[in-house]
């Protein structure tokens, strides 16, 4: 299963994320652990994400299709 959340803080990220958009966010327990998650952002540059607070993301559950054509557009 594929985790997406939505953010609902960009204040010091405006470039990188926008407020509002469903983002992919990708596994990882070390950042987990200091209250971080990994998201691909609007830079896409990195195949593996950027980290991010977590307070600054709300999770989503999404329609199958929806999640394939999100993990589509992010490859």
Known sequence: MNDFVICIDNKNNPASLILGKV???LPDKDAASHNMLRIID??????????????????????????????????
């Open 42 to 75: 609007e830079d896409k540059s990195e195949s593996d994400g950027y980290l991010y607070a977590a307070s600054m993301f709300a999770p989503v559950k999404l329609p199958k299709i929806a999640e394939q054509v999100l993990i589509a557009a992010n490859q």
């Open 23 to 25: 983002y992919r966010k």
